[in-house]
């Protein structure tokens, strides 16, 4: 017993080693462990090689459609590690029905190009929706890959890549033609080129987001709406190229919009005007930091939003009770209310609006 008490001890002590051995060697290399971790886990989105045969009780006893159907509730990671379990769950995890959704974010800077190609290579027309938020060493070669691979994406989030280029979208025209969401917040290198692809080549858009995309200006807004009839959601924030008459040409184009932000845009009452004649479906607005806009505004947003349920306007440091009274008798449905820094304002609009908008129920910013 005692010889068995020293091979237990030996043992344990040999684990240790070995343990202690290989976090020496992960942190003596140049790649932080965690990083590492990271690439490790995306390792069999970039081979074709599969792992040994073995055959496990559970797959004799459970039939493959079963495990299948295991495995598609399973995230990224997990599916990663399962497929390094045996031949089957290799070829059963990566299958492409599992990814139809695939967020990347938790990998960020981390996701280099080839993962990407060979993801697109696995899914193939099976991927719906992908997500490379802050992968920002993804570039337009292999985005030209996914393009034409995967070709039934309908949800894709560019967000922060910023090697993102008009070649990109031209790609996303020409393949990907069932495209309703994109996101393309600071890709700041796209130009009015993208637009122009996007709009002529996904006419089922319903939401895009471009975001501090300086170098698009009016013509590439306007040949957007133009061409994707469905929009609903357009997000312009601090799209500092675009000027008071970015809606001019096209309000008979903006018809479905529902939702519309062009917080810190060039914006004055002629641009609200143009809104309010082409925007009867608006329920959310935000103008905040367009110091510019007048009681005019809220005029012109009385007689043609009636539908809006949030309004935004922190920083409209020009508007007053007279605007105020007239957009609370006309809007009845609205629920929240931004007046930060809207100083000119006193009693008289927060009585307007509570007379007359029941459904308000976050007030923002007003002081008394």
Not at 12 to 18: A, Y
Not at 123 to 149: H, I, M, P, Y
Request: proline share 2%; hydrophobic share 35%; aromatic share 4%.
């Amino acid at each position: 017993m005692e010889g068995a008490n020293n091979n237990d001890h030996e043992e344990k002590n040999g684990t240790r080693v070995t343990r202690r051995a290989k976090r020496l060697s992960a942190q003596s290399g140049k790649t932080h462990p965690t990083i590492q971790a990271k690439q490790n886990q995306m390792y069999l989105i970039t081979t074709l090689t599969p792992a040994p045969v073995e055959q496990a009780l559970i797959n004799k006893m459970l039939p493959k459609e079963l495990i299948l159907r295991i495995f598609s509730y399973l995230d990224i990671i997990s599916l990663c590690r399962s497929a390094q379990a045996c031949h089957l769950w290799n070829v059963l995890a990566l299958d492409g029905s599992n990814w139809q959704e695939v967020d990347l974010f938790d990998f960020q800077r981390d996701v280099k190009p080839i993962v990407v190609e060979n993801l697109a290579r696995r899914c193939g027309g099976f991927l719906k929706q992908l997500s490379l938020k802050g992968c920002e060493n993804v570039q337009d070669s292999a985005l030209r890959s996914f393009t034409a691979k995967c070709a039934n994406i309908e949800h894709l989030s560019l967000y922060k890549c910023k090697r993102v280029t008009d070649a990109s979208c031209e790609n996303l025209g020409k393949h990907c033609h069932k495209l309703r969401h994109l996101n393309l917040e600071n890709c700041s290198a796209i130009t009015d080129r993208a637009m122009k692809y996007i709009g002529e080549g996904c006419p089922l858009l319903t939401y895009l987001n471009i975001s501090w995309c300086d170098n698009v200006q009016d013509r590439g807004v306007q040949h957007l709406l133009t061409h994707c009839p469905n929009l609903e959601t357009l997000i312009l924030r601090g799209c500092e190229g675009l000027t008071e008459q970015v809606f001019a040409p096209v309000v008979g184009n903006m018809g479905n919009l529902v939702k519309l932000n062009m917080l810190s845009c060039f914006v004055n009452d002629d641009t609200v005007k143009n809104i309010s004649e082409g925007c009867p479906k608006l329920e959310y607005l935000c103008l905040s930091n367009c110091s510019q806009i007048t009681d005019r505004s809220l005029n012109h947003l009385a007689a043609g939003c009636k539908n809006l349920t949030v309004l935004e306007l922190s920083g409209c440091v020009l508007l007053s009770d007279g605007g105020f009274v007239q957009l609370a008798r006309a809007c009845k449905k609205l629920e929240r209310l931004d007046l930060e820094d809207c100083s000119l304002i006193t009693d008289t609009t927060i009585n307007s609006l509570s007379v007359n908008c029941s459904n308000l129920c976050q007030l923002v910013g007003f002081r008394s």
